[in-house]
């Protein structure tokens, strides 16, 4: 909790490389906000394998980290850090679904659930005491890491459900992409696993709002063709209407160093930006693969299409 009242977090969830990562950034530009990256990932990337921190200081050695550290571990014990990471990966997983919403599981699990819930309570408190901030953004986009969330107490979870073009975000995964997080290249999917994820994961994010959420949906496409309108919706959602924004007239943004725990490459950039539409894969993806992707996630595509600035639940 910050001053007694309930942590606002925005959870950006949806499927990988739909543009999370430069929404994340854009937001932690607002003042009182800050962008954390994929939270999700932060013991095993962060804590346990010192990755590069969005700064671009390893991760232990980041004075910013280094201190929300000493507030929520004290004197960190890595081998307490390798069993909150362990416990991460027996709860954090989309087939536990029904555990996190509902508890629909035995008496272990919903105590791993619990124990994990508390663990993650105490890490965005020690973030939000150490940054000052009232927001937090948290882009980590996996649906069971949403559902875990929506389960901590003292937290005012907005979910914002975040739709890229699936043709897009399978050229996207088909391409070659470096990381200096780690100093390796990022993994690369076939059309057919990425059509199959888009459609399962966003379908699954799509329920959080029958399912009682804090929900709103934002089509990469808008926010790419209005990026000032589309943060002004963001900021009604999170009802934070007159914060600033950060995004001038010819959609450019000034981007700081955020001190993102994990995400895209992209959180490592800094300065001047024009945020634009990325239609490369309309000229540059093979016809064949374009056509299959798109047989395959027609529904998708029909439901989550770019529908111009707006707030929709």
Not at 32 to 52: A, D
Not at 270 to 285: K, L, N
Request: charged share 25%; net charge positive.
């Amino acid at each position: 909790m910050l001053n007694d009242r309930p942590l606002k977090v925005l959870f950006i969830g949806g499927y990988g490389r739909s543009g999370s990562t430069l929404l994340d950034r854009v937001l932690g530009q607002i003042p009182g906000f800050l962008s954390v990256g994929e939270l999700r990932h932060v013991f095993q990337e962060g804590f346990l394998e010192n990755r590069r921190c969005g700064c671009g200081e390893q991760f232990l050695e980041c004075d910013f980290w280094r201190a929300v550290t000493r507030r929520e571990f004290g004197e960190l014990d890595p081998r307490e850090v390798a069993e909150i990471a362990a416990l991460k990966d027996r709860v954090d997983r989309w087939w536990r679904l029904p555990l996190l919403g509902w508890r629909m599981g035995g008496p272990r699990r919903r105590r791993d659930v619990d124990r994990y819930r508390r663990v993650l309570c105490h890490l965005y408190a020690a973030i939000a005491a150490e940054s000052g901030a009232a927001v937090l953004i948290d882009s980590s986009k996996d649906v069971s890491h949403g559902y875990a969330l929506r389960g901590l107490d003292g937290v005012d979870l907005h979910v914002l459900h975040l739709v890229r073009d699936s043709r897009a975000v399978a050229w996207s995964w088909q391409r070659r992409k470096f990381n200096p997080g780690n100093g390796e290249h990022m993994d690369r999917y076939s059309l057919l696993r990425t059509s199959a994820e888009w459609s399962a994961i966003n379908a699954l994010t799509r329920l959080h709002s029958p399912t009682g959420a804090r929900y709103s949906t934002l089509h990469y496409g808008d926010f790419t063709a209005d990026p000032g309108a589309a943060v002004d919706d963001v900021l009604t959602f999170l009802d934070e209407p007159d914060r600033p924004n950060p995004v001038t007239p010819s959609r450019t943004v000034h981007l700081e160093a955020d001190h993102t725990a994990a995400g895209n490459p992209n959180r490592f950039r800094t300065g001047e930006i024009e945020i634009a539409p990325d239609e490369e894969w309309r000229h540059a993806m093979p016809t064949p693969g374009r056509l299959l992707v798109g047989a395959l996630t027609a529904p998708g595509l029909r439901r989550y299409a770019p529908q111009g600035s707006g707030r929709r639940g």
